[in-house]
Each structure stands twice: as structure tokens, then as C-alpha cells.
């Protein structure tokens, strides 16, 4: 046999088994190759509260990304006698400069979420980081859309 496994090894590229390994293999003890995940005995943990927390967060972003997308693409809609019609103007005339004004410290924090936050909240802090960028999105695009200029709200970070 070990005659056989050296003339397959030496016509392929197949590495030689040593020979503890074929004296287990020939006596039926086997051991696993790649390791393997040990069955836990515990409970599994309760995360329904931590996945309806998700869930909530998931829908409150998608709700502002909808007011979003809808003050770019569907301001003209709104008649002018609107009360939002003010807001949804300022909105509209600042979006862009507040979007990548406001998008590197959440896009750095998302990156790194998986480091200050414990591995089974991952997704949690990414939604929270993700909501909260799009909240910043609307004060700057109102702060933008009123006729304040990136470099002067810059200025009045700094002095501070």
C-alpha cells in the first residue's frame, strides 16, 4: 500500500502520508482533517429583542432615504400653498454639498464598526451609524440649502 500511495505522489503533485498517518488510516481511527465546530450544549441566546431593534432601524433608514430621494426627484409634486414646501425647498438646494460634506466620518465608522463593537452587534452599530449619517444629511442640507457655504460651517466648527 504505502508502495502504491509513493507511486501516485510521485506521478502527481500529491504530498507522501507518513506513516503514523497510514497506521490510522489502516486501522479505522481517523482524525479530522480541517477542524470542526464543537456542538454547544448551552442555551442559544435570546436576540429578539436586539433583532426588533434591528428592524426598527432598518425601517426608520429606509423612511429617510425615501424623504430623501423624494425632496431630489419629486419636489415640483408639491404645490407651492404646502406647508413643507419651504423645507422640501431648502432640502432640495443643499442635498448634494450636505451628502459629501457629511459622508467620511460615517463611511470610517462603518468600516470599523467590527472593532469597537461586539461581534453579535455588528449590524446593530452599522444601522445606528447609517440612521444617524442620514439625520446629519438633512440638518446640513438645510443648514446648506439656507445659503451657508461648506467652508464657512468648517470656519464655525473650528472656532468652537
Given at each position: 500500500?504505502?508502495?502504491?500511495?509513493?507511486?501516485?505522489a510521485?506521478k502527481?503533485?500529491?504530498?507522501?502520508?507518513?506513516?503514523?498517518?497510514?497506521?490510522?488510516?489502516?486501522?479505522g481511527?481517523q482524525e479530522?482533517i480541517?477542524?470542526?465546530?464543537?456542538?454547544?450544549?448551552?442555551?442559544?441566546?435570546?436576540?429578539s429583542?436586539?433583532s426588533?431593534?434591528?428592524v426598527?432601524?432598518?425601517?426608520?433608514?429606509v423612511?429617510?432615504l425615501?424623504?430623501?430621494?423624494?425632496?431630489?426627484?419629486?419636489?415640483?409634486?408639491?404645490?407651492?400653498?404646502?406647508?413643507?414646501?419651504?423645507?422640501v425647498r431648502l432640502l432640495?438646494?443643499g442635498?448634494?454639498?450636505?451628502l459629501?460634506?457629511?459622508?467620511?466620518?460615517?463611511?470610517?465608522?462603518?468600516a470599523c464598526?467590527?472593532?469597537?463593537?461586539?461581534p453579535?452587534?455588528v449590524?446593530l452599530?452599522?444601522?445606528w451609524?447609517?440612521?444617524?449619517?442620514?439625520?446629519?444629511?438633512?440638518?446640513?442640507a438645510?443648514?446648506?440649502?439656507?445659503?451657508?457655504?461648506v467652508?464657512?460651517?468648517?470656519?464655525?466648527?473650528?472656532?468652537?
Open positions: 500500500m504505502q508502495r502504491w500511495i509513493a507511486t501516485i510521485g502527481s503533485n500529491l504530498p507522501i502520508m507518513p506513516s503514523s498517518r497510514l497506521s490510522q488510516a489502516s486501522s481511527k479530522a480541517l477542524p470542526v465546530a464543537a456542538l454547544s450544549s448551552g442555551r442559544i441566546p435570546d436576540n429583542r436586539a426588533k431593534c434591528e426598527v432601524l432598518f425601517y426608520l433608514c423612511t429617510a425615501l424623504i430623501l430621494f423624494g425632496s431630489i426627484y419629486f419636489r415640483d409634486l408639491l404645490p407651492p400653498s404646502h406647508p413643507l414646501e419651504p423645507y432640495h438646494a442635498i448634494l454639498s450636505s459629501w460634506a457629511s459622508l467620511p466620518a460615517p463611511a470610517l465608522l462603518f464598526a467590527p472593532y469597537f463593537a461586539q453579535e452587534r449590524t452599530v452599522r444601522y451609524i447609517y440612521l444617524l449619517y442620514m439625520v446629519g444629511v438633512v440638518v446640513g438645510l443648514v446648506f440649502g439656507s445659503g451657508v457655504s467652508v464657512e460651517c468648517g470656519m464655525a466648527a473650528c472656532n468652537m
